[in-house]
């Protein structure tokens, strides 16, 4: 008995089933090189062990809990916001009898993959094996093999990316950093830039953080000058623990290319506190132009992450705050948005730009042609919502034909949950040998090609286009 | 020889192929529950003979005459819109000669299907073949086992829901009602509250339409307050004739949430004439989320069916009126239409607003994330142009992975071609058949888990969702 | 060894493939109806000789250097823009070298084909085999065998549009018709009226263009009826020269309907140069519902190409001008942007208006459901981008539902690079075929109608569609 088959997320047909087989066990081996992702620094500075299944499964992952709470099933129940569970083992009986609602679901792949290779458990997980799997997870958890560093290694991570805000001391980097230094753990976990926080006057407390920016780096960011400098400045200190990108969670993928008496005006106007919707938007937009300047001169690879209505609950955003699964995406255009930035930095073969998308739609339509001319531009893989089979499916099919396979950077895992990081990266490339090996069926390419492909897109051209 | 093949619709891979078979066995013989649709009443009421061929297959039929006169033929040589068809024969002998313009379309399956499983026909229409068709489905119509209440026996129906305006009497539905209660006849047939022609302020005749549902009501709909009390009404009358739900065929999916004074100088304006396309449209938008709080207070569930644009085709309609093949759908957003009623009901879990769509962009990027998230929302299957085997195999691989199987509702056939019935539900069950074969096939879900699917997909998640 | 496998294109599974193999090979053989294509009719009136392997295979191809600029080749390496290519081996060796950016491209299949097929390879081009590939292309060049002509009887091509300015003379055409006349060559190859210079008021130079216009007409084309019946006189003139079609490659759809009046004190206005964006798209509007007009009247087939975004590298474009893969697509809506074109035509069985797009989203939400409608409106095959094996094989599954076969017109292969056409035409053929298969295995056709479909797809439809 086993949750996961040999053969699973493969194509049916034998012929290409074979192929893909071979083109998998190439690659399955091959270390985890995460660029992007949201786990945090701290539990591998500070390898405190993960205190129960709850805090580990169903609290830190919007996608479990999003689902439960679409069925009727309430955040209070599943003690959503909670800094400590108070009964985990109710929580985790909920979250076991409705087990059934993941089938289908690229979740139900993540968490079976956890349960059997981490913890071996081989029995489905439901309202019956709930007790015995929530011993048989809380057990190990308690153990040396599943402190974080354990799990890391145990993992094969070559390198994981964190996701910070330029605010943040990045303490438990250069902890891990002095780690490595006197040989007592030499696990490589980056930073990455993620200003919004800074440079969203939408986002909360947006002035106050340009006033602690200023405070941290002995700028005078209420000038703009000084506020592009400190900006520059916390780039640099991201650069010396190991940062080698930046990320840009804008609705829109808005650019502008404003002089500088504009750019100076609007700046004031947004600091000011006097800015309306649309003055916001294009001080994102103008500042997007500024990264990717900054990048250039620095180096920085670039990801763009636009599309997503956040918080679109209102009474949940109002009771638990931010991430709690109620970002919509919506239609997400790339073609204009892009023009300013593009026009002044888009032949620029030194500077790299990682777009992402949440409307599929622009796969075929705008990002893979303009991935496949823009020698800057490159094209993040399949995200969030579209980080599943079908969803990997739909992304190789529509954007391969026009932006090829080296116009794009292999896997992100992109993930909270650290557990899942494995699983996820074993699903993206199962799907890379299902896809490559259809190819090779329908004698598109040979399969020797497909072998290198298998290789580049697992390692070769995430360490290339993030500069790892 | 035969029009049928038993394999028919599921992949051709013989592994999937097997599996598709055997969970297919397991529901092709479940009762047929359907739940949104647009047979008349009348026709049981009354149980007259349909009096031929052609008023049997072509005249009610757009999806078979819109697709004849996009290729010349025109709607007099095909008698459209006349009471009483003068040459039936010769409209048949049109329709059957031009029978290979509907290969590879959905409606070549419906009416194969109608043909060798009704009538025993298995030869394929044709020029050469007409006569024979025509003779036998003649012949058969005169037969009393193929007057109406004998045909809904015979496709074993458990309950089949009718499309009605609150202006409608439904005294049809009385009347079988009636049937029941005396023994005579035990079909159900539930009406469904569809407002257009009272909250749609474009809709022909909407202000005498307003007038006649307060003299229906005995309330004073001149005024917002007694409007809002008629439509109450009108829903707890619909209720005591079976309705379970209401159904919203709007131009967009827009939502508004104002204060009663602005609903109630909005209403005044409408009802004077003197407001705009935008007036009009802020009017539906506010009474859809009327129409989901009456919802939450009686209990019918709620259908939405945005983002056609109605007749078209100016002449023809002109000439003709609705419902002439001319519907074209258009780009429709979910995301921030739906914001104003989500904000004061998406947290109900007691409310149950199904969502459709002829914008297949949506699935992945809107629907499947609001649906996998609101508890208040489920996912309406492929409607219209995409209640076919392709379209249905769109939405399971692009809705299904975040939305789950659970937060969908089964099929509906949404005919007025009573004899399509079975055959469009033979088309989804082997089709949900065929998509669960291939996750087992490809190891994303066990055998046992697809023959409960299947169940649910068929009848359980219809009837829980529906209240039926 | 050989780059061509003999089952290419062809679906993996063996019962499909199969039928697909059959049905390929009842159309292999057709000759190539090439009713819409970039290729210049100067070629076959001169018919010099193709200097070297560069000119032939890289130069006119923006899908192949657009790919290669994506990955930081410099225009500059590739002499793109040169009349003569000073180091034309050094150029083919990069290409060469780059080679496997194009795996899973179409480009890549269409070269194979030509290099096996015309030129006898069948080692893979690389840096390894690009001196060889180079000394066997350039010495087959230089024979009769490879003269333009000679290429189009080898190529089995019975009939071949070009697209050409109205200020073209169309002497090349009028050359070849001569050469049939007496004999020495019998190629048939038609211009296309192609109007864009003369009715886009954004297009580079129009007012001169519109002078030029009066003056090869004898028109005064500064009154808006003079202009008219300019271009009335040079549409007699193209058919008089075997044009069946003209070709409209507008930023988007929009069609507009304006009184006389109101149309002329528009032409007034952008001939003065004073017109802005808004005026420039009206009047290439109304110029859509004339060009219509005209159709009606004397019978030429319309062709609308929206959606593409030219020239969005600003700096590309500065150095050198159009064509160098920079048009990305964006979003593009038919129904409410044809809607007074088809008030006004659209019932008009005798008029025929072939649609293209960009935007794969408008497949099943627009065009399909407006194709199988409109009497006068045909689907174009994919265009492109997506003239590709996973763009053929989604036009195929998202439009045929809805608009069925019948209401598509077969393939354009749409080139400006000559050696393209027979390999362009052999993968819509095979893709065709593979997805007739598909439809043969799962029973939804039997496999005497698909034989007909495949036969209707090549030639069949073509024919009819572009009156040829």
């Not at 799997?133 to 809380?138: C, R, S």
């Not at 997400?332 to 992402?356: D, H, K, M, Q, S």
């Not at 190789?396 to 494995?422: C, H, K, M, W």
Request: hydrophobic fraction near 40%; charged fraction near 25%.
């Amino acid at each position: 008995m086993a949750l996961l088959h040999e053969d699973r997320l493969f194509p049916a047909e034998e012929r290409t089933r074979a192929i893909a087989r071979r083109l998998y066990a190439g690659i399955r081996g091959l270390p985890i090189v995460s660029p992007h992702g949201h786990t945090q620094a701290g539990w591998f500075a500070q390898n405190q062990p993960i205190p129960d299944p709850v805090a580990l499964f169903v609290q830190p992952d919007h996608y479990v809990f999003r689902m439960l709470y679409s069925q009727g099933v309430t955040l209070e129940e599943l003690e959503i916001g909670q800094a400590r569970i108070a009964e985990p083992r109710k929580v985790w009986r909920i979250f076991a009898s409705h087990y059934h609602l993941f089938r289908g679901t690229p979740t139900r792949l993540w968490l079976d993959f956890a349960f059997q290779e981490q913890f071996g458990l081989t029995e489905r997980l439901s309202a019956a094996t709930a007790d015995n799997y929530y011993d048989v997870i809380e057990a190990k958890l308690a153990t040396a093999e599943f402190l974080p560093r354990a799990l890391f290694e145990r993992f094969g991570i070559e390198v994981l990316a964190t996701t910070d805000s330029p605010l943040d001391s990045l303490k438990d980097h250069a902890a891990i950093r002095d780690l490595a230094r006197s040989g007592v753990w030499k696990g490589r976990i980056v930073p990455t830039f993620r200003p919004d926080p800074v440079v969203d006057p939408a986002f909360d407390g947006f002035a106050a953080n340009v006033e602690a920016l200023g405070a941290l780096t002995g700028e005078d960011t209420a000038a703009w000058r000084g506020y592009l400098r400190a900006l520059e400045a916390r780039r640099q200190y991201f650069k010396t623990l190991g940062a080698t990108a930046t990320d840009h969670g804008h609705p829109t993928a808005q650019t502008a290319d404003l002089s500088e008496p504009e750019a100076s005006r609007l700046f004031a106007s947004v600091m000011e506190g006097t800015a309306g919707a649309a003055e916001h938007e294009l001080f994102r937009a103008q500042m997007l132009t500024e990264m990717a300047r900054m990048s250039l001169a620095d180096g920085l690879v670039m990801q763009i992450h636009p599309g997503s209505a956040r918080n679109h609950n209102a009474q949940l955003f109002a009771r638990y705050g931010r991430d709690m699964g109620a970002d919509i995406p919506g239609p997400t255009g790339y073609v204009e948005a892009l023009r300013p930035l593009l026009n002044r930095f888009g032949n620029e073969a030194g500077l790299t730009i990682i777009l992402f998308t949440l409307d599929e739609t622009a796969y075929s339509r705008e990002l893979a042609p303009l991935a496949g001319h823009y020698p800057c531009l490159k094209l993040g893989p399949p995200w969030w919502f579209h980080d599943s089979p079908e969803g990997m499916r739909r992304f190789r099919e529509q954007a391969t034909e026009t932006a090829g396979f080296y116009n794009t950077v292999g896997f992100n895992d992109d993930t909270r949950a650290f557990l899942s990081i494995p699983a996820r990266h074993d699903v993206a490339r199962r799907m890379d040998a299902g896809f490559l090996a259809r190819l090779v069926a329908e004698h598109r390419i040979d399969e020797d090609e497909a072998v290198e492909l298998a290789q580049e897109l697992t390692v070769g051209l995430v360490k290339r286009a993030y500069r790892l």
